[in-house]
């Protein structure tokens, strides 16, 4: 099986920008959790996303946003790019009923 | 709520001896515990997990971790390190299905001649 996808690999953008990352999980996987990861915070869970549905959020400003679509491909939108929006966003996706998580290759969001 | 300490931020060995990555976890359940590598501007890629069955996990590319309950510890050992284990790894833990991981600071390893 392919394993997560993730697109563009890399970004650059200016403030007050906005952006938006992909990802597709694994071929059945239905669940998909976003995480930034920086080296001053290290990696924080961001949201997850099941069936199209919000299902946990982690402690981040309405900026950050997220979609899923009805074949588990998963968005993650941010508005008003700050500087410290720079980070390493990873997805995950996992099978349902079970705990681990498989993560893409990332996307590197660089803020000027 | 739940917490992960990784007790190094960084470790150094030579290449041919033993490893040894410290966690220690805090959790009010008990958690699923999972090891994690990343190497440089990859993703992360999963070592191992503990999901309660037995205390000696063994993982990937000859790592093993033991689950200690009366320690509150998950280290990560493997008997002889090999220059491509040079890497940043995560000790993470989760609790029932849910899906929010928590990690801890990450351990550089770096493996020397």
């Known amino acids: 099986k392919a394993g997560v996808t993730q697109t563009p690999r890399y970004l650059i953008k200016t403030r007050g920008q906005q952006v938006t990352l992909s990802c597709s999980p694994i071929?059945?996987?239905?669940?998909v959790s976003w995480y930034q990861q920086t080296p001053g915070q290290g990696l924080q869970f961001l949201f997850e996303?099941?069936?199209?549905?919000?299902?946990n959020k982690g402690n981040f400003p309405g900026r950050f946003s997220g979609r899923q679509f009805s074949n588990s491909r998963s968005e993650m939108n941010v508005s008003t790019l700050e500087l410290g929006d720079s980070a390493l966003y990873l997805c995950?996706?996992?099978?349902?009923?079970?705990?681990?998580?498989?993560f893409g290759p990332g996307t590197r969001l660089l803020v000027l | 709520a739940q917490s992960v300490t990784q007790l190094d931020s960084h470790v150094s060995v030579s290449e041919g001896t033993p490893v040894l990555l410290r966690c220690n976890y805090s959790?009010?359940?008990?958690?699923?515990l999972f090891w994690y590598v990343q190497h440089p501007n990859k993703g992360l890629q999963l070592l191992l997990k503990y999901t309660s069955a037995a205390t000696l996990v063994k993982g990937i590319n000859g790592f093993e971790a033991e689950f200690k309950k009366s320690e509150t510890s998950f280290h990560l050992t493997k008997p002889s390190a090999h220059m491509s284990d040079a890497a940043e790894y995560f000790c993470v833990a989760t609790t029932g299905t849910a899906s929010k991981l928590t990690f801890g600071t990450g351990t550089r390893l770096q493996v020397t001649l």
């Open positions: 959790s009010s359940y008990s958690p699923s």
């Open positions: 995950a996706s996992r099978p349902t009923g079970q705990e681990t998580q498989y």
């Open positions: 996303y099941f069936s199209e549905t919000q299902r």
């Open positions: 071929s059945g996987h239905r669940s």
